[in-house]
């Protein structure tokens, strides 16, 4: 993956928040400030004064649900920014509720819409937020830091900012993985977004390689052991293995040839032994794998019967035309989700990562043409379940009509 330029931007860091409840956490700024003590998470309901603190805000489980989507269409880009100062405020909250559905709502926002400049002033303040909630919180509100974390690595791409972040989450990620007593779906999120934000922030090729090592630890406990001739039984850990596995291969899609042809040499008579799995998502993370693989090897214009895929984002489109492409597309589609079409219109990092030029410039004319109101949208999704259900009521019918004949 071509590196984008090193951004000479000053290193602005944000406060790191105010304490865990009261007034002053939600009048405290966010940005430039100095940091102060925050008391100790707990997992005890909110307090009266909590309570008030979040109404302040509103309910952040609603942002988290509806992202800046509501924003867009009623407000403006300063009643955003507010309600994400509130949220991260809210991620130091004494209520564990409060502290996961205030990440949700962050990552979303993130997701949705590109916040570069509130992001870079903040992002100490929010990396210090996800790296508590990490260490100190359980597993629905680890899962939501880590999927948080590769949204900011995401919005910032690469450059010095991503590489702090990483450098002060990297550790934290990498011992929850290697945790046999954490939880499998935490190890699992972490396992992706270590991925992530390496592929993004990985400047140092021994970093790169320790990287790839601690996932290969984890998806290779899968492998069929030289005695047993069975099916691999998929076991809890699967989930896991399989992050892991697609995880280290997104990273060798930047790895240097000459190390790419080692791992091949490693596995190539062990990974096919997972495509013997007898869960499906694990034989099909195993053949694309292997697939990108020998695409790498082999150079990836030596492989001409892929199956092109188009994606079509606004006026534009692209076309996944080799294995490399295909996998990054769909790790960053996992972690982006409905944003992802937003994100490749208007975010460099992915633009430049798909080779796809500068962003689009649209006048004000196009957008209104392309956007789809809320109504509009509610319309379109209950036609579409009306003819499904019609459709199922057809099929039902059918069947019922062959078993009467028989």
């Known amino acids: 993956m071509p590196k984008n330029k090193k951004r000479n931007t000053p290193h602005r860091g944000g406060s790191a928040g105010g304490g865990g409840s009261g007034a002053a956490a939600a009048t405290a700024a966010t940005a430039g400030g100095q940091h102060r003590n925050v008391q100790p998470f707990s997992d005890e309901d909110a307090s009266i004064e909590t309570m008030s603190h979040c109404s302040g805000y509103s309910d952040p489980s609603s942002f988290a649900e509806d992202g800046p989507e509501v924003l867009d269409e009623e407000g403006t880009q300063e009643d955003l920014e507010y309600k994400l100062k509130g949220l991260i405020d809210l991620t130091l909250d004494k209520s564990a509720k409060t502290r996961q559905a205030a990440l949700e709502g962050i990552k979303n926002a993130l997701a949705s819409k590109m916040l570069y400049e509130f992001i870079l002033e903040?992002?100490?303040?929010?990396?210090?937020?996800?790296?508590?909630?990490?260490?100190?919180?359980?597993?629905?509100?680890?899962?939501?830091?880590?999927?948080?974390?590769?949204?900011?690595?995401?919005?910032?791409?690469?450059?010095?900012?991503?590489?702090?972040?990483?450098?002060?989450?990297?550790?934290?990620?990498?011992?929850?993985?290697?945790?046999?007593?954490?939880?499998?779906?935490?190890?699992?999120?972490?396992?992706?977004?270590?991925?992530?934000?390496?592929?993004?922030?990985?400047?140092?090729?021994?970093?790169?390689?320790?990287?790839?090592?601690?996932?290969?630890?984890?998806?290779?406990?899968?492998?069929?052991?030289?005695?047993?001739?069975?099916?691999?039984?998929?076991?809890?850990?699967?989930?896991?293995?399989?992050?892991?596995?697609?995880?280290?291969?997104?990273?060798?899609?930047?790895?240097?040839?000459?190390?790419?042809?080692?791992?091949?040499?490693?596995?190539?008579?062990?990974?096919?032994?997972?495509?013997?799995?007898?869960?499906?998502?694990?034989?099909?993370?195993?053949?694309?794998?292997?697939?990108?693989?020998?695409?790498?090897?082999?150079?990836?214009?030596?492989?001409?019967?892929?199956?092109?895929?188009?994606?079509?984002?606004?006026?534009?489109?692209?076309y996944i035309d080799c294995w490399v492409k295909k996998h990054t597309y769909d790790t960053f589609k996992e972690v982006l989700g409905s944003g992802m079409q937003y994100h490749l219109q208007s975010n460099e990092f992915l633009r430049n990562v798909f080779e796809l030029g500068p962003p689009v410039m649209l006048d004000a004319a196009t957008l209104k043409t392309m956007k789809i109101s809320r109504f509009e949208r509610h319309l379109y999704n209950s036609a579409a379940f009306k003819a499904r259900t019609k459709a199922r009521s057809k099929c039902r019918d059918k069947r019922a009509d062959v078993g009467e004949f028989f």
């Open 122 to 318: 903040r992002r100490m303040t929010l990396t210090d937020s996800i790296e508590r909630c990490l260490k100190k919180g359980k597993s629905d509100e680890q899962r939501a830091a880590a999927a948080l974390a590769s949204v900011l690595s995401i919005q910032l791409g690469p450059g010095i900012e991503s590489e702090e972040i990483l450098k002060t989450l990297g550790p934290v990620l990498k011992k929850i993985i290697c945790d046999g007593a954490a939880s499998i779906q935490v190890r699992q999120t972490c396992a992706t977004c270590f991925g992530v934000c390496s592929f993004i922030a990985t400047d140092d090729i021994t970093e790169l390689y320790s990287t790839l090592e601690c996932l290969e630890n984890i998806f290779t406990k899968s492998y069929l052991k030289e005695k047993d001739t069975t099916v691999i039984c998929s076991t809890p850990n699967t989930v896991l293995h399989i992050s892991s596995l697609l995880a280290w291969t997104l990273l060798l899609t930047i790895c240097p040839i000459n190390e790419v042809k080692k791992k091949l040499e490693t596995h190539f008579h062990k990974l096919p032994s997972l495509l013997s799995c007898d869960d499906v998502n694990m034989r099909i993370a195993a053949g694309e794998s292997l697939a990108l693989l020998f695409e790498l090897a082999r150079g990836i214009e030596s492989e001409r019967d892929f199956p092109t895929e188009t994606v079509k984002f606004g006026p534009e489109r692209m």
